[in-house]
């Protein structure tokens, strides 16, 4: 396992280099599953005026597409999963709902989350790849060599197209273009190059609350769009995505317990971090955020402030603590 850092936050000086207003600029945001990379990612996006790449969901496409073929792992059934990936069109679309809540509560004002909207071959798989079935699934998709070849060369032009919107940043000062892309290896394989490295990591039970939640909260919601449909019914899948309030009701039976998904997410942890291709680890020149009892707001914040430090733009925030 990956020890966190003994500090909520820890700073990487900027390099000379890094200061420069009018470049594209990325921002590399990884960590362990459920740690909080999706959620954080795009309300920094939407701070800084940046384009957004989940790279996670590329994966979840991929499992999706391998289930769909029957070439689950252990199934018996071979197919080139890379190729299937590779002729499908992918594109990550966020959607603006300002009254989405943060995760965790707030204590220093809400921030706004944009909802990803996943298009696989026109279709509309937001949901689909979010099931425990597909949770349990891309792991083994993400560490086979061939599929994170072809899905870096997806990600690097999804970021390249991203890259190219711009506009006035929040608080003052005028952003180049940039992207913001979430993963487990955005800032060593994806972007080593990237001019702000976030690591963003959480206790495996903290992580499994969150996540638990998160399965509620997308049951509920499925079912206020849907009230005609049966109560039997379940909901999606969990994400690294904001907490609904009042979320820590009664999960269906079907759902694993908390403990469970600390489990699970453990053993995410070890596959990730001990597969042969461009394994998680903390990049050396990456900001460390612990953020397991830390608020949503603080983090978004924290890394905003980062990203415009970089840019050679004022500080919006500011937090003398961090």
């Not at 707001?297 to 905003?304: D, F, G, L, N, P």
């Amino acid at each position: 396992m990956l020890s966190r850092a003994c500090g909520v936050l820890r700073r990487a000086a900027a390099p000379a280099s890094q200061l420069l207003p009018r470049r594209a600029f990325t921002v590399a945001i990884d960590g362990p599953a459920a740690s909080g990379k999706s959620s954080t990612a795009r309300a920094v996006a939407h701070e800084l005026g940046f384009g957004y790449i989940d790279s996670g969901s590329i994966y979840r496409c991929a499992a999706l597409l391998a289930l769909r073929a029957g070439a689950v792992p252990g199934s018996g059934e071979r197919s080139d999963v890379a190729g299937l990936v590779g002729r499908a069109s992918i594109d990550i679309r966020t959607r603006l709902s300002p009254d989405h809540p943060a995760p965790g509560g707030t204590d220093t004002g809400r921030v706004v989350v944009p909802d990803v909207q996943v298009l696989l071959d026109g279709e509309d798989v937001s949901q689909a790849i979010r099931t425990p079935e597909i949770n349990r699934l891309v792991a083994a998709i993400a560490s086979d060599s061939a599929v994170r070849d072809t899905v870096l060369r997806i990600q690097q032009a999804l970021a390249g197209a991203a890259e190219t919107k711009s506009g006035a940043a929040p608080g003052g000062g005028s952003a180049p273009g940039g992207v913001v892309m979430d993963g487990r290896d955005i800032g060593t394989t994806v972007f080593p190059g990237a001019e702000l490295k976030i690591y963003l990591d959480a206790s495996a039970m903290a992580r499994a609350i969150r996540r638990w939640d998160e399965m509620n909260r997308q049951m509920k919601d499925a079912k206020a769009k849907a009230p005609a449909a049966s109560p039997e019914a379940g909901g999606a899948g969990g994400q690294d995505g904001p907490r609904a309030e009042g979320a820590a009701g009664q999960a269906p039976a079907e759902y694993p317990s908390v403990e469970s998904i600390a489990r699970e997410l453990e053993e995410r942890d070890y596959a990730d971090i001990n597969r042969k291709h461009s394994p998680l680890r903390i990049a050396s020149d990456a900001v460390v955020i612990d953020n397991t009892s830390m608020t949503f707001e603080r983090q978004v914040h924290a890394i905003v402030d980062l990203a415009r430090e970089r840019m050679g733009l004022p500080r919006k925030y500011d937090d003398d603590d961090l």
